[in-house]
Nanobody, 124 residues
Framework: QVQVAESGGGLVQAGGSLRLSCTISGRTFATYAMGWFRQATGKEREFVAAVSRGGMSTLYADSVKGRFTISRDGAKDTMYLQMNSLKPEDTAVYYC?????????????????WGKGALVTVSS
């Protein structure tokens, strides 16, 4: 059974940093493009960032570009989202997503695997 699991959420003051981690078990990590989505209270889920299977390509939402960095470590089968200069509007539940198809992943509507989410709260 495939399991996608996030870790690293928490409470941070505006301007601070957090790092989220995501692992996928039950499948070969290297064969999946990985990404992050987030959903704030009362809003629809939105794309945040994605990294290709080999890690050579990344994509970011305009709202996080320059502040967030997505990466993956094949030796640890782990993907990361380093979040710097956090703002209160970054407060949301962050979901890890995995799919073998890059375009499906970044579109977000038919992604194969999702984590349960990690809450990030940024106080002003």
């Amino acid at each position: 059974q495939v399991q996608v699991a996030e870790s690293g959420g928490g409470l941070v003051q505006a301007g601070g940093s957090l790092r989220l981690s995501c692992t996928i078990s039950g499948r070969t990590f290297a064969t999946y493009a990985m990404g992050w989505f987030r959903q704030a209270t009362g809003k629809e889920r939105e794309f945040v960032a994605a990294v290709s299977r080999g890690g050579m390509s990344t994509l970011y939402a305009d709202s996080v570009k320059g502040r967030f960095t997505i990466s993956r470590d094949g030796a640890k089968d782990t993907m990361y989202l380093q979040m710097n200069s956090l703002k209160p509007e970054d407060t949301a539940v962050y979901y890890c997503a995995a799919d073998q198809n890059w375009f499906v992943l970044v579109n977000g509507t038919r992604v194969n695997y999702w984590g349960k989410g990690a809450l990030v709260t940024v106080s002003s």
